[in-house]
Each structure stands twice: as C-alpha cells, then as structure tokens.
C-alpha cells in the first residue's frame, strides 16, 4: 500500500493504545504530527478505521468456522 500511510496507521495504533485521547480527535493529531490538512487527515483517519474493522470481521468468521 502507501507507504506514507503506514507511518500514519503506526502513529494512529500508538494513539489508540496509549489510550489518552478518543480517537475522535486522532484527525486533529494528524494534522498537528505531520501538517496535514483537514480533509487529508481525515481520509487518513477513516482508511485506518476501515482496515480495522476488516480485521475485526475476518477474525469473526474464522472464529464461527
């Protein structure tokens, strides 16, 4: 994939599991970390959320099965 959007994706797994902030407000720690724009951030925070949730779901059928 993006290179670039594996250091995001590092920096947003750090962020969830040091806990400190709702990951609501991981868009504007993007933006803070590496001066990225709203939008950009965003699409960002929303990729990384989907990878997750893939994850999640492919976990689940392989646990049914």
């Known amino acids: 994939g993006n290179k670039m959007n594996?250091?995001?994706f590092?920096?947003?797994?750090?962020?969830r599991s040091n806990g400190t902030i709702n990951m609501m407000g991981?868009?504007?720690e993007l933006r803070h970390k590496?001066?990225?724009d709203?939008?950009?951030?965003?699409?960002?925070?929303v990729l990384w959320t989907e990878q997750f949730s893939?994850?999640?779901?492919?976990g689940i059928t392989k646990?049914?099965?």
């Not at 893939?54 to 492919?58: A, P, Q, V």
Request: hydrophobic share 45%; net charge negative; glycine share 4%.
């Open 6 to 8: 594996d250091v995001y």
């Open 10 to 15: 590092d920096f947003l797994d750090e962020l």
């Open 26 to 28: 991981a868009p504007r």
């Open 34 to 36: 590496f001066g990225m």
């Open 38 to 45: 709203k939008i950009e951030a965003i699409k960002v925070f």
């Open 54 to 58: 893939l994850e999640k779901t492919s």
């Open 63 to 65: 646990d049914s099965a």
